[in-house]
């Protein structure tokens, strides 16, 4: 329904404000890291540095940091494909890019890749350093209407249980799935999205995929809940590993890495609000305040908004998620981490050596609980917070 905007006059000047703010905050963002400005590379700017800080998924998640990072980062992009920038309506970020490829068998194709994710999970997590064969992966996976993070993880899961001899060529239709092959990545992707063959269990995701094929495979299916894993690796991240642990809709990335950054974007999802342009990640991405975001919401609803309300709103929004996964018959037990993350230590790069400790991450989870007002047990939330955010209807 559409509604009226109560304070028309009061709304332009907020408007304006945030535009400024965020032009003026993009000049600063990403400010001092060697791989340049959100605006100039994208998210994609974030290919060089996570791989040199050994936070990148690399090889199904196996290492952090990409050996051949150079040959896909998003210099390599602005150099042989992007064209133009272009933006979401008005917004001075601008971080979309556009390109095409111009040379090779995959000529002509036009696409606005790679970002942080895509490259990471068809590139260095698959071990693909040819650029062109990336560009055309990710352009299919687009094309054909895929999660390109859960395929780019099915494909690392196949490729890992090959290289094992846990599956044989035979088992993937002939197609030698070894590390850094584009071209049989690239058929694999049609494979799943037509359900042809093996790509008819690889739709299902790498959870039914391990389940199938058994053999200790669990260990490296890259899952939380059945929802495989963003492009951030997590064996020096534990803030990140615990927001795939707990987010409520398995492994995700945008679900924020501690309480508040929780609830912000909740909040955030709910109106709609791009995140790189809020003070999300005010340390190296400054933004829009949860205070003008109030104001703003305060002109359109004509309702008394401050910041702490409307993180209030994204607490009720993330624990009625949770009521419903509880519903649902989701546990601690469900809240697990793949057993990869605290077994086998990096072997190479920024972070080399690097180890989630199990018993560290079981506190911090505790301590998450205890915060939230949730049972560690059970992680149900307490009947007291249920009804101090209005969710009493769900006790
Ligand atoms: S609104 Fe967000 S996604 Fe769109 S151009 Fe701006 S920063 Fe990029």
Redesign the pocket.
């Known amino acids: 329904m559409r509604q009226k905007i109560n304070n028309k006059s009061a709304l332009l000047p907020l408007i304006l404000s945030g535009q400024a703010l ?1 032009r003026e905050t993009s000049k600063g963002l990403l400010g001092g890291l060697k791989t340049g400005l ?1 605006r100039d590379y ?1 998210t994609a700017a974030s290919l060089q540095k996570l791989s040199d800080d050994g936070l990148m998924a690399v090889k199904n998640y196996r290492e952090g940091t990409f050996a051949e990072i150079e040959k896909i980062n998003a210099k390599v992009a602005r150099e042989k494909a992007w064209v133009r920038d ?4 008005c ?6 890019k556009s390109g095409v490829i111009k040379e090779g068998p995959y000529k002509t194709i036009v696409h606005d890749g790679p970002e942080y994710e895509t490259g990471t999970i068809f590139g260095a997590n698959l071990m693909i350093s040819d650029f062109n064969g990336m560009m055309k992966a990710i352009y299919d996976g687009d094309d054909l209407g895929m999660d390109i993070i859960s395929a780019g993880n099915v494909i690392g899961f196949l490729m890992e249980a090959y290289e094992k001899d846990l599956i044989t060529k035979s088992n993937l239709d002939g197609l030698d799935l070894t590390w850094g092959n584009a071209d049989a990545v690239i058929k694999m992707i049609h494979k799943i999205a037509y359900r042809e063959g093996v790509g008819d269990l690889a739709a299902q995701g790498v959870k039914a995929v391990s389940k199938k094929i058994g053999q200790g495979s669990k260990a490296f299916a890259i899952h939380v809940k059945g929802m495989e894993l963003a492009a951030y690796n997590i064996y020096a991240n534990p803030p990140r590993a615990l927001c795939y642990a707990v987010a409520n809709r398995g492994a995700c990335h945008l679900s924020g890495d501690n309480i508040e950054n929780q609830n912000l974007m909740a909040a955030l999802d709910s109106l709609g609000f ?4 809020s003070d999300f990640n005010a340390r190296i991405m400054p933004g829009v305040s949860k205070s003008l975001m109030a104001e703003l919401l305060t002109a359109i609803t004509g309702l008394d908004w401050d910041s702490d309300r409307f993180l209030e709103a994204g607490e009720r929004v993330f624990t009625l998620e949770k009521m419903f996964n509880f519903r649902e018959g989701f546990r601690r037990e469900d809240d697990r981490l793949p057993d990869r993350f605290f077994a086998e230590p990096f072997t190479t790069g920024g972070e080399k050596g690097a180890l989630l400790d199990r018993e560290e991450f079981t506190t911090m989870m505790d301590e998450y609980y205890t915060e939230r007002r949730w049972d560690p047990e059970t992680t149900r939330p307490s009947d007291e917070k249920l009804e101090m955010l209005g969710l009493g209807f769900t006790v």
């Open positions: 965020v959100l994208g272009f933006a979401c309506y917004c001075p970020l601008a971080c979309k791009c995140f790189f342009a």
